[in-house]
């Protein structure tokens, strides 16, 4: 190596081309927090071009890179259910009709929900009473089942003094 080189390397590289390198990998930093780190080298190209900047989607996944910067990919929702066509439809007991009853437990209704959390899925069953609109009865579980419903009415039932047999 070149004693012209190691000073070079001492004093740091102050060359425009390493200060454009230097300010660009800048602007891709804030770009990718002002995105909430969701774009990726190819979004993060259009935006720097839309800026004014001449530069190539090679050198900004390598900037990328070379800070660290990852983008979160969008997850692909998938539907919890498949229907089974072939199976028998339940019969609309409340034939659509979800306003309030004249008294307390005449009138139930259910529901299953997906809860994402950053150890995976979860679901949360609930039943509540139409005529004072409160959860009687609720289950959680990491499979949207049946089971996870019934274990939610036998909950309801047991609550408002109902029998629950196995």
């Known amino acids: 190596m070149s004693q012209a080189w190691f000073y070079k390397w001492r004093r740091g590289d102050p060359s425009l081309r390493h200060q454009r390198r230097v300010a660009l990998a800048s602007v891709i930093a804030y770009l990718f927090k002002a995105h909430h780190g969701t774009y990726g080298s190819p979004r ?10 001449r530069v190539s989607l090679n050198t900004v996944a390598a900037l990328m890179v070379e800070q660290g910067l990852l983008a979160r990919r969008k997850r692909r929702h998938r539907a919890s259910t498949r229907p089974d ?10 034939r659509r009709e979800f306003s309030p009853p004249v ?12 809860i994402p ?3 995976g899925r979860f679901y949360l069953a609930t039943i509540l009473d139409l005529y004072s609109r409160r959860c009687v009865g609720f289950a959680m579980g990491i499979h949207h089942d049946a089971v996870l419903a019934r274990a939610a009415l036998c909950m309801a039932i047991a609550i408002r003094g109902g029998c629950v047999q196995a």
Request: proline share 6%.
């Open 85 to 94: 066509r072939r199976a028998r439809k339940a019969p609309d007991a409340v």
């Open 117 to 119: 959390t950053d150890e």
């Open 103 to 114: 008294k307390p437990n005449v009138r139930w209704c259910g529901d299953l929900t997906e």
């Open 44 to 53: 993060i190209t259009a935006e720097l071009r839309a800026m004014g900047w």
